[in-house]
């Protein structure tokens, strides 16, 4: 958009004769106005995505980064203690069927 606003600032028509009719001049000044809006929407937009950067954008990723990432690592490190917990209980629990069929046995 820059280039257009350039291009339409510096727009001149090329006269045939000596000068530019009043027509071309009304349209090269219209242009060049046009021109300098662009640029200064233009110039606007990029403070408004800035800002937008900086106010929005940036926390968010920081939150993301700190908040959240946080929660899944103690996430990860929960279903690995919950895992060898669950693993460990299923070894206490064998063992204790295990044991009665001993004694069972050794009564009989």
Do not use: W, Y
């Not at 028509?13 to 000596?18: D, S, Y």
């Amino acid at each position: 958009m820059k280039q257009l606003a350039d291009s339409l600032k510096d727009f001149n028509f090329e006269c045939i004769g000596t000068a530019q009719t009043d027509d071309e001049l009304v349209i090269c000044q219209s242009l060049k106005h046009f021109g300098e809006i662009i640029s200064t929407i233009e110039d606007e937009r990029e403070k408004m995505l800035t800002l937008a950067d900086k106010h929005i954008i940036e926390p968010l990723e920081d939150f993301r980064k700190k908040q959240i990432g946080g929660v899944k690592e103690n996430k990860k490190k929960f279903d690995k203690k919950t895992e060898k917990f669950c693993q460990s209980q299923e070894r206490f629990l064998n063992m204790s069927t295990k044991k009665p069929e001993n004694t069972i046995q050794e009564v009989s």
